[in-house]
């Protein structure tokens, strides 16, 4: 005759989910050769417990079940009310984003040009193709891409310095323009009779960022060229200060290419911290060889997520051991090797 489920004794915990109190993992670890028996000794004396162990986890794993076609809601919440969040479209905005560009200069280094157009043989890598490179990266940093964090904190950096030094460079311009209203010459800084109007469809933050840079440039551009037509600088002077800043933005541009040309590639896709750590596969070790041997060593912080992009797409919840063993590969107190690694060349 079957023991009363009342009179079953079982250990409890307090933060059983169980309102008797049952603590189903000591109750688990304490019926552990059951568990773990292909087939159970029926005429074990402990085959009741075993019986209600089983049939408290079928319970949690419905409750559970349930909670998450409920979306987890209040209680309270009507089943239909609770399903509805999943019927929630993503959010669309009413109207095209568009930037009004005044400058020719801005607008070549938004469009860029060829090489075979170019006057002089080279040629211009456009902002809309760093924008799409920047979005390629970021979708990466998706797989827990280390190399990915690292790129886009990065171009993020130099892009924010490169819109400091236009700031302070207009500001330096237009604080002199404020001098001449002072003294009674109100001028004002030149903009364009018909700027271009550019619809923007970007999917990824950092197109946006390129936008801010462009934008900058722009206002920078229209500056420069108001002081030149009130006589506060020179021709040369002015092209100078275009030339040097229009150099640098390049300079940033042009920096993005290799990533895209290495990170993207067939074999290096896949890359992810797991990678890195002892166990991996052959195929992982071998991303990391090449990865390393091209961009070099990610730094510490970036590696176990101390130092994040401002825009990422990970979603990996780090625990504290497996941010322990993080650092201790980033420190270099793990031999993550196991076997012989490729060299790059036989990777890529």
Do not use: C
């Not at 201790?328 to 793990?334: M, N, P, S």
């Amino acid at each position: 005759m079957a023991t009363p489920k009342s009179k079953i004794k079982f250990p409890t915990s307090a933060d059983s989910p169980f309102e008797d109190g049952y603590d189903i993992a000591g109750e688990r670890d304490a019926l552990k050769d059951l568990v773990e028996a292909e087939e159970p000794d029926e005429k074990d004396p402990r085959w009741e417990r075993f019986m209600d162990l089983l049939e408290r986890e079928e319970r949690l794993r419905q409750e559970q079940a349930n909670r998450q076609q409920r979306q987890y809601a209040d209680p309270i919440v009507p089943d239909h009310e609770a399903r509805a969040l999943k019927a929630i479209g993503s959010l669309v905005a009413d109207e095209t984003d568009v930037m009004a560009i005044h400058t020719k200069e801005a607008y070549r280094l938004f469009i860029g040009r060829t090489r075979d157009e170019s006057p002089r043989g080279y040629g211009i890598t456009s902002g809309k193709k760093v924008a799409a490179v920047l979005r390629s990266i970021w979708n990466l940093s998706a797989n827990d891409n280390p190399y990915a964090d690292w790129i886009l904190v990065q171009v993020t950096d130099r892009v924010g310095e490169l819109r400091q030094q236009l700031e302070h460079a207009g500001k330096h311009f237009q604080d002199d323009l404020d001098k001449l209203q002072a003294r009674g010459l109100r001028v004002s800084v030149l903009k364009s009779r018909a700027p271009v109007e550019v619809e923007l469809g970007f999917r990824s933050p950092y197109g946006y960022m390129i936008v801010d840079l462009i934008l900058d440039f722009d206002w920078y551009a229209r500056v420069v060229k108001t002081m030149v037509q009130k006589n506060r600088l020179g021709d040369i002077e002015g092209k100078e200060d275009m030339y040097q800043m229009t150099k640098r933005i390049r300079a940033l541009f042009e920096s993005t290419l290799p990533y895209q040309k290495y990170l993207l590639r067939e074999e290096l896709r896949l890359l992810s911290r797991s990678d890195f750590l002892p166990g991996a596969s052959d195929e992982a070790r071998k991303r990391v060889e090449a990865a390393v041997g091209i961009f070099g060593e990610v730094p510490q912080p970036i590696f176990t997520g101390e130092m994040r992009p401002r825009h990422s797409r990970r979603r990996a919840d780090v625990s504290e051991a497996e941010m322990r063993l993080l650092v201790d590969v980033a420190q270099g107190k793990v031999d993550t090797a196991g076997s012989d690694l490729t060299q790059e060349n036989t990777l890529l």
